[in-house]
């Protein structure tokens, strides 16, 4: 089975700054890919960016980057220009690529406060 | 944007009762999901859907749980008897073919009482 780490229960940062969010997987399968979701304090969870494992090249999306480390199983995700409307619960999660299920796991969290 | 709605937002029931909660996905996606997240605590995964039933179950989803596409649009999770531990966030998710993220729903939260 595979497990997702997020070893960050909280973090903070200031506003406009820089901010890294780790997660580590644990899986023994060479096809998956790798998202990190966004559930603010509405609850929702919104995608924020997904990486397919094949890809070396490390996913971005605007402000949101990701710096992804195959070999040791390692899913860092990097919020530059951090605004306040980033503060949220963030989660790493794993999908595996098999038959029709595509399941995700997902990590505990980490809980990113930004501070004006 | 498309959305999944989920309703109702909130749903208080006495232990015992059953609840359905509802969904109904982005029109064009496939492949169906419900997860739950009790509170402070991580996403957990329930159930998948595809082709008209269940492709895959978590431990979780034992014999009070069930699903339904009863109409091609909306895609429901029945608790049959709740109990105080079913008191979670329900987020139903979708997504379009494979690889892609999922979609999910704002959540329904549901309280048994």
């Known amino acids: 089975a595979q497990t997702v780490t997020q070893s960050q229960p909280e973090m903070s940062v200031q506003e406009a700054e820089t901010v890294t969010l780790s997660c580590t997987y644990d899986t023994s399968e060479s096809n998956y890919y790798l998202f990190w979701y966004k559930q603010p304090p509405s609850r929702q969870m919104i995608l924020v960016i997904r990486q397919e494992a094949y890809k070396q090249q490390n996913a971005t999306e605007n402000r949101f980057s990701v710096n992804f480390q195959k070999a040791a199983k390692s899913f860092s995700l990097k919020i530059s220009d951090s605004q306040l409307g980033d503060t949220a619960m963030y989660f790493c999660?794993?999908?595996?690529?098999?038959?029709?299920?595509?399941?995700?796991?997902f990590g505990k969290g980490t809980l990113l406060t930004v501070n004006p | 944007e498309p959305e999944v709605t989920q309703t109702p937002s909130h749903q208080v029931t006495q232990m015992g009762q059953e609840v359905i909660l509802r969904c109904v996905p982005i029109s064009n996606h496939l492949y169906f999901y419900w997860y739950r997240q009790i509170l402070g605590q991580k996403v957990e995964f329930l159930v998948s859907?595809?082709?008209?039933?269940?492709?895959?179950k978590s431990e979780i989803f034992d014999d009070q749980f069930s699903v339904e596409r009863p109409d091609g649009s909306n895609f429901t999770l029945k608790i049959r008897s709740t109990k105080l531990e079913d008191s979670a966030m329900y987020f139903c998710a979708s997504r379009e073919k494979q690889g892609d993220g999922y979609t999910f729903g704002s959540g329904t939260r549901l309280t048994v009482v």
């Open positions: 859907f595809y082709n008209n039933e269940i492709s895959e």
């Open positions: 999660a794993f999908m595996k690529h098999e038959g029709s299920n595509y399941k995700l796991t």
